[in-house]
Structure formats: structure tokens, C-alpha cells
Nanobody
Framework: QAHVVESGGGLVQPGGSLRLSCIAS????????VGWFRQAPGKERELVAT???????TYQNSVKGRFTISRDNDKNAAYLQMNNLKVEDTAVYYC????????????WGQGTQVTVSS
């Protein structure tokens, strides 16, 4: 049974930075796509960034140039470096590992809260 755990969330002022971490067991980041999603209060969950096994990245337009997704295969970990954070980035952030190319069938963590506020 795969298990995914996120960490690194917190409270930060606008313009600040946070680095989210995602550790998985029972599933390999090197063989599966990994994605970071977020859900703000009253809004739908949305895709923030993805990283394929072939190291292709995609980003939501609103985070391009500010967020960077990466992974460490040796640690079976993935990261989301978030710079120049904005109030509208406030959300619960989730890490997901795709199963057969599908995040819907994949493995999800419980989420970590990111709050951007002055």
C-alpha cells in the first residue's frame, strides 16, 4: 500500500518563500508522474505543477516563474519550491503520485496548509 506525506507548509508574508516536501513509500517517483495540487476555501482543487518520469514539467500559468517542482529519486521525494508568494496562493497543498498516468487512480497525501498573509 502506497503512502504519501507532505510537509513544509506554514504562514508566510507576501513575497516570501516556502519549500514543500513530499515523501512516498510503496510507489516510486522515478517511475510515475508526481503532481502538486491545491485547494483554496470554497474553490475546486486545481493542478499547480507536474513532473513526469522523463523530467518534463508543467505549471499552472499563475505560478510560472515563481514555483519549481523537482524530485530526488534517491530519497523518493518530491518538492515544490514556492517563491514570491502571493495572498492568492493560500490553500491546502496536496502531493499526488500518478498510477498508470492517472492522478485520479493514484496516491494522495493528506495535504499541508500554506497561508500567505501580512
Amino acid at each position: 500500500q502506497a503512502h504519501v506525506v507532505e510537509s513544509g507548509g506554514g504562514l508566510v508574508q507576501p513575497g516570501g518563500s516556502l519549500r514543500l516536501s513530499c515523501i512516498a513509500s510503496g510507489v516510486s517517483f522515478s517511475d510515475n508522474a508526481v503532481g502538486w495540487f491545491r485547494q483554496a476555501p470554497g474553490k475546486e482543487r486545481e493542478l499547480v505543477a507536474t513532473l513526469t518520469p522523463g523530467i518534463t514539467t508543467t505549471y499552472q500559468n499563475s505560478v510560472k516563474g515563481r514555483f519549481t517542482i523537482s524530485r530526488d529519486n534517491d530519497k523518493n521525494a518530491a518538492y515544490l519550491q514556492m517563491n514570491n508568494l502571493k495572498v492568492e496562493d493560500t490553500a491546502v497543498y496536496y502531493c499526488a503520485v500518478a498510477d498508470g498516468g492517472s492522478y485520479g487512480r493514484g496516491y494522495w497525501g493528506q495535504g499541508t496548509q500554506v497561508t500567505v498573509s501580512s
